[in-house]
């Protein structure tokens, strides 16, 4: 079997590559480090063994030589192995020794390069490492090396000549140490410098100053590690490339408390925005055992949630032609949409996403029998209200919706966020009795009138809701009041 010696990127996940993501997605053991992007590790497999071998500031770290002999013995063994580590492997990453081993013990090994903090968090940060004008070249340097040892391996002299950018790995201790030992050897002090915190991560912080203040600078913006330190030119055209800081969300905490299985969309549209989303699942859908009758006999056929669309069309017997003659009716925007991708266009979408204004929409509709679609828990507005019309109304309740249990982080992350969002009544009770009477500190995001109910109910108002009650119309509420909001903190 052969080992596979794995770049995962500076620490967005969105920076794994395809080839990282599909040997994780196939490996049975992988072996990896601190500085892995969280959630690299989601998409293995459910029986993969994971071995933690990073190395923890103040604990004892595992023996180079040793990740080198398991690797070796998890190969003979036959597993498929993964060695997943940080930004590129063979960028101070040891990744040379390890291949070494393998090559030693006669085991076949793979290596997929990773981009380098060296090149992301400056990237992120608005530098670009080599310019036409500022820099065509560019050394990256480890920091570790001590300059004040007798036998450094740096030659500071010939760094400090160095026609480029020189980028700097592990340099947050050693700072005063190394801008000293390249002013020393001749490099400028006025040369623009800057280091970047936590690059291509939430929170990502960046000081830009020249070589002589930017020691005192960061110790001032309390920067720590990781970090990467860039010295040239082009560090300054940060200040008209700096992307990051400017979009809307960046630097605020945003918290989704909607069922994982949902929560994707609105994550990645708040992310992509620059939020820091906390994912913080207050329920699951349960499906329930249910039978779909034959759907033709109804004349209408209404969807109060996007769940209910989904589980209806995979259990029906038939397709989508079983609805040809019948009325669709989707409770708002987010329903239709799930329907439209089964290939249904619904006939009927209220303006407001509640079972009253569904009513008052197909008021003047003649019906004989229909069907709801829908969560075993919901409100029944709707079928009383059509029965009081004397319309024959069949409930078909697909699944239920359940506390999904929360972690102390997720949790403690989630009331500490800029914004909380609650995405239905399920999610604001279910939260709230996770939270165990703590009210979070954030401004409050509800999708529509009927969530925002629910948190009347317990005493907490919506600083905003949605006008559209669907993940579009929450991401414009969290703009909307992130507007003229400042940064809390
Ligand atoms: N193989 C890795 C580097 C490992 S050395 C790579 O190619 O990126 C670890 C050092 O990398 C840290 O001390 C820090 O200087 C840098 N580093 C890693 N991730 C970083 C990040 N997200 N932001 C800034 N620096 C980072």
Known sequence: MTVALVGAGPGDPGLMTARALELIAAANVIL??????????????????????GKEPGVPAMEQERIGELLVEYARAGRRVVRLKGGDPFVFGRGGEEAEALRAAGVAFEVVPGVTAGIAAPAYAGIPVTHRDAASAVAFVTGHEDPDKAQAALDWEAL????????????????????????????SPDEPAAVVERGTLPGQRTVLATLETLAGEVTAAGLRPPAITVVGPVAALRERLAWLEARPLHGRAVAVTRARAQASGLAARLRALGADVIEAPAIRVEPLPA???????????VFTSPNGAGLLFDRMPGDARALAGTVVAAIGPGTARALRERGIEADVVPERAVAESLLEELADMRVERALIARAQE?????????????????????????????????????????WIAFTSASTVRFFLEAAGGEMPRGRIVSIGPVTTAALRDRGLQPAVEAADHDVDGVVAAI???????????
Do not use: C, K, N
């Open 291 to 301: 039978t779909v009758p034959d759907l033709a006999q109804y004349d209408l056929v």
């Open 479 to 489: 703009l909307s009041d992130a507007t003229g909001t400042p940064h809390r903190g």
């Open 160 to 187: 400090a000549r160095f026609p480029g950018t020189l980028v700097f790995y592990m340099g947050v201790g050693r700072l005063p140490a190394i801008v000293a030992a390249l002013t020393a050897a001749g490099r």
């Open 378 to 418: 919901a409100r029944d507005v709707l079928p009383d209200g059509l029965r009081t019309r004397g319309v024959e109304v069949d409930v078909l309740p697909l699944y239920r919706t359940v506390a999904e249990p929360l972690g102390g982080e997720a949790l403690a992350a989630a009331l500490g966020a800029d």
């Open 32 to 53: 990896y480090d601190r500085l892995i992007p969280g959630g690299a590790l989601d998409g293995a497999r459910e029986d993969a063994e994971l071995v933690y071998v």
